[in-house]
């Protein structure tokens, strides 16, 4: 089996490590989420519950945020 190198390098994360790295609440994550304002969860296991966020784009998030605060945007 041949893995893409962005494979190898992905990590997923369940919704505690995205609390701790971001700092917000579980509900306020998938509020978020339901608004389209963060990156959406994928689905571990098709027709289950389990779902994980890459972190790469959790990562990405933080920066957009950091962007817009020294941009000034809300």
Excluded: M
């Amino acid at each position: 089996i041949e893995l893409s190198k962005k494979c190898l390098k992905e990590k997923l994360l369940r919704i505690k490590q995205v609390q701790q790295i971001t700092g917000l609440s579980k509900s306020y994550i998938y509020q978020l989420c339901s608004q389209n304002k963060f990156p959406k969860s994928i689905q571990l296991v098709d027709g289950g519950s389990s779902v994980a966020w890459v972190h790469s784009e959790i990562l990405e998030w933080i920066d957009s945020r950091i962007t817009a605060r020294d941009e000034g945007v809300k």
